[in-house]
């Protein structure tokens, strides 16, 4: 039989080793937390991550020497730098891979894996982040940086440019797509040669796209923007012609259901395409459950005419609180047009803005036929507001939207 003394220790060991216990369990619940919320497509199951770094001075030299042996759940970071002709196919599943210290430039020099990309991404809930992309080039003409076959993928602060396609995606009806603050731009393909499009963003089937705060530019006769998701967001963004024309600004060839909320547009007097934003030009025309929602977006056209808004589903539009700048028509008229809702939205032909060579679209206090004139929109069909909660600056990035008395007209609220 113990002694007093033995009980009460064994009591306190038991005590201190049970307490123990439950401190790493939560820590490490707090740990899974705080990486489950890292990318918003991850799930709260994601596990502790193994973070490798790649780079000059570490052991691994090459993105594509990590790609061979990383773990699901790892980080994998960059050093910033230029990685000549290094591509990668990643099988992993809930991983990062981020650039440190700067942007990581993957310079592919027409060097792709498996004919296709610079990275395949076969692996689900992959998150992107401070990553520079060029020189996607195949026989095919149909080069991208990344050709996604999981699912889920966000995008953040990486730079595609000068490859035959930004990003490329297939069908996947569970995938869902983020970009967020990014630049893309002159990736394209010579069409007069190969008859072949490029675009900066094609999305293909899948349930959700969102492009948030970025900076789409110069895709050269193909398109700045095109998606075929079921659900689109397109909020505070720079979707613009500058040095070259696109087709469209923006296609959504399928309809569905798009919200355009707080962008900034621009076409150049040289274009391949007389439209800026397209939507159901191929497909589900007829159905009647799609809706576009187009609200508080500045448009400006430097061509001779244009339309700005072609809609061809039958579908509900609404369409309020937009600036539209140049000659042109608003939008076309469908030979079976749906449910629409317009209001207080503004056509001049020439507008006051901070720098309009520069594409600095925000307001001159002489813009008085814009400024307190728009109004507060109900919420959409889906529950998701209209209400625009920020406003593009330069480059890619947003920042909250001034609050006033009364709403303006166009992407930014302008400031006294």
């Known amino acids: 039989m113990k002694k007093p003394m033995q009980q009460s220790a064994t009591f306190i060991f038991w005590l201190f080793f049970i307490s123990s216990l439950g401190n790493c369990i939560y820590a490490n619940n707090i740990a899974n937390l705080s990486s489950s919320n890292q990318l918003a497509i991850y799930n709260s199951n994601t596990p502790k991550k193994l973070t490798y770094q790649v780079g000059p001075s570490s052991l691994y ?14 980080i994998i970071e960059i050093e910033a730098g230029i990685y000549p002709e290094d591509v990668a196919v990643w099988r992993q599943s809930n991983i990062t891979i981020r650039g440190v210290g700067g942007l990581a430039h993957l310079q592919a020099n027409g060097k792709v894996a ?4 610079i990275w395949v991404i076969k692996g689900n809930n992959v998150g992107i982040e401070n990553i520079s992309f060029s020189g996607a080039r195949t026989p095919y003409k149909n080069g991208a940086v990344i050709r996604m076959e999981g699912t889920n993928l966000t995008l953040r602060h990486c730079h595609f440019h ?5 990003i490329l995606t297939g069908r996947n009806l569970a995938s869902e797509i983020m970009i967020e603050n990014s630049e893309f731009n002159n ?71 798009a919200f355009i909320i707080g962008n900034i547009f621009h076409q150049n007097p040289v274009n391949d395409n007389s439209t800026l934003l397209s939507f159901a030009a191929e497909k589900n025309r007829g159905d009647s459950r799609s809706s576009l929602y187009v609200v508080n977006n500045t448009f400006v056209n430097s061509a001779q005419n244009a339309i700005f808004i072609a809609n061809h589903s039958i579908g ?17 008229i469908s030979k079976t047009p749906g449910p629409e809702k317009s209001i207080t939205n503004i056509q001049l032909l020439q507008a006051d803005f901070v720098n309009k060579q520069a594409f600095d679209y925000r307001l001159q206090k002489t813009m008085t036929n814009a400024i307190n ?18 406003q593009y600056t330069h480059p890619a990035a947003t920042e909250p939207r001034p609050i006033n008395r009364q709403m303006d007209v166009g992407a930014y609220e302008f400031v006294r």
Request: proline share 4%; aromatic share 8%; charged share 20%.
């Open 61 to 74: 030299k090459k993105p594509s020497d990590i790609a061979r042996i990383a773990k699901n759940g790892s």
């Open 114 to 117: 498996e004919a296709k990309d």
């Open 373 to 390: 004139q728009g109004v507060i929109p109900i919420p959409a069909n889906n529950g998701f507001t209209l209400v625009p909660k920020y």
């Open 187 to 257: 990736n394209t393909v010579d069409y007069k040669r190969h008859q072949r499009l490029g675009h900066n963003i094609y999305i293909g089937e899948i349930a959700k796209f969102t492009l948030t705060g970025s900076y789409v530019h110069d895709a050269e006769i193909g398109h700045n923007v095109k998606s075929r998701a079921r659900e689109n967001y397109i909020l505070y963004n720079r979707i613009t012609d500058e040095n070259l024309g696109s087709s469209y600004l923006v296609d959504l060839p399928n309809g569905g259901n």
């Open 162 to 166: 000068d490859n035959e396609m930004g």
């Open 316 to 332: 509900l539009t609404t369409v309020i609180n937009n600036l539209f700048v140049g000659s042109g028509k608003i939008r076309n």
